[in-house]
Every structure is written in C-alpha cells, then in structure tokens.
C-alpha cells in the first residue's frame, strides 16, 4: 500500500510534553485543593480532551472542569507549552517523508494555537502542509472531530493543487493514515476507515494500542519512517 497522506497527532507523538502537560494539571488540581505529588499519576491526561479527563479522573463536574482548565492554560501558556521535548530522530524522518512526496498533516485535540506554538518552538511547522486542533472554547475537541477537519482541509488543498496531490482516498492506494500513541487517535482515524499506526514511545498503557485495533505498531521513530515511506 502506498502511504500518501500522514496525519499525526501531536503529543506522546511528535514531542514528548509530559512535564509540561502533567505540571499545569497538577497547578489546576492544587486549585480546587487537590495536592498530587507524583507527576507519572497524571500522565493518563496526555492524549483525551482536558475536560474529559478532569471529570474520568477526578469526578469534576461540566462547569468545575472547564474551570480547571483554566486553571491548567494558567500554568501551561506561559510555561507548559516549553517544558516539552521533540522525540529523536523525529524531524529528520518527517524531512525524509516531505522530501519523498508524502503530504503531512497534524490532527491534535490539543487547541490549535498551542498546537503551532509547539510545531514552530520545535522548527517543524513547515512540514504540515495542513494543521488542525480544537479550540480554545472546547469545540472540536474530540479526536474523530480533529480528523475529519483535517481531512477536509486536505481535500480542499487536494482541489487546489491536483497537478501536486494524488487522489484522496482512504483504505486504498494513496491511502491516508492516521498515526498516534493512544486509542483515541486509533479509534478517531478508523471513524474515517483511515489506515491506523499506533506508537508504543508515547503513552499508551500496555496493550491499549492492541486493544484499540491498530493496523500496525512500531516502537520506534526508525521504525515508524519505514513504515511510512512504503
């Protein structure tokens, strides 16, 4: 099968943000009097939309949980969004991947602003040709939402610039993958019958990617660019 689109989620993914995402979470619980020393806790925050967690987690309430995530842009914005890291070897295979004529996207639930602030902070923005997160507000939050924006902007880009594009096309030749470390990224690329990668370098428990129905499963960066060079 010939990989033509490539949509990546962001976190656990591209970069690693554990210190980053798990200390503006422990800023907003300290808020409503919650103290959590042990930042690994709080790494099943890294992936699913902040709302959501705060309620799965902590039995928060709509309104209580919209408020912590106040809490955590509180501590992220000026701080959290830096205290990340860009996985090795993770810009040069996504240099190979544009280089070889493969079209790359982002599909985060992460808001869009901090989305590109993370992808300039690292230097590689320039190789999405389209970038889509939810907002700041809550809207589009959910993985299988982010996806099917993403997939429209690059049809939209397809229409415009056939001469460059293939034909969009999912589960064939040409086809589109979404690739990610948890199974909301799984379960949000096969809503839209998307060949599915699941990482193991991110954070997913054991046997969540499995569990999921990934298509396939690497363990590493190199691993992952070969796949996708196919």
């Not at 309620?55 to 914005?77: I, L, S, T």
């Not at 415009?160 to 990224?185: H, Q, S, T, W, Y």
Request: aromatic letters at 10%.
């Amino acid at each position: 099968m010939k990989y033509k689109y490539l949509l990546f989620d962001l976190d656990g993914t591209l970069t690693d943000p554990k210190e980053g995402i798990t200390t503006s979470v422990q800023y907003a619980l300290r808020a409503f009097g919650i103290e959590e020393p042990d930042l690994d806790k709080l790494t099943p925050f890294i992936g699913p939309p902040l709302r959501e967690s705060f309620m799965h987690f902590y039995g928060f309430g709509e309104e209580q949980a919209r408020e912590a995530v106040e809490k955590y842009r509180e501590w992220f914005r000026p701080k959290g969004v830096f205290q990340n890291s860009i996985y090795p070897g993770m810009k040069e295979m996504l240099e190979m991947l544009e280089e070889s004529g493969k079209v790359l996207a982002v599909a985060s639930s992460k808001p869009q602003v901090f989305v590109e602030q993370v992808l300039r902070h690292f230097e590689i923005y320039r190789y999405f040709r389209v970038i889509v997160g939810s907002e700041l507000d809550g809207r589009r939050d959910a993985k299988e939402e982010v996806v099917a924006e993403a997939l429209r902007q690059l049809e939209e880009a397809r229409l415009e610039k056939k001469e460059e594009f293939g034909e969009l096309r999912c589960g064939e030749e040409d086809a589109a993958v979404m690739i990610g470390d948890r199974k909301f990224d799984i379960a949000g690329g096969k809503e839209h019958g998307l060949t599915t990668v699941g990482v193991t370098f991110g954070y997913a428990e054991e046997g969540e990617l499995e569990a999921a129905g990934a298509d396939f499963i690497v363990d590493t960066v190199e691993e992952l660019g070969r796949l996708l060079m196919q």
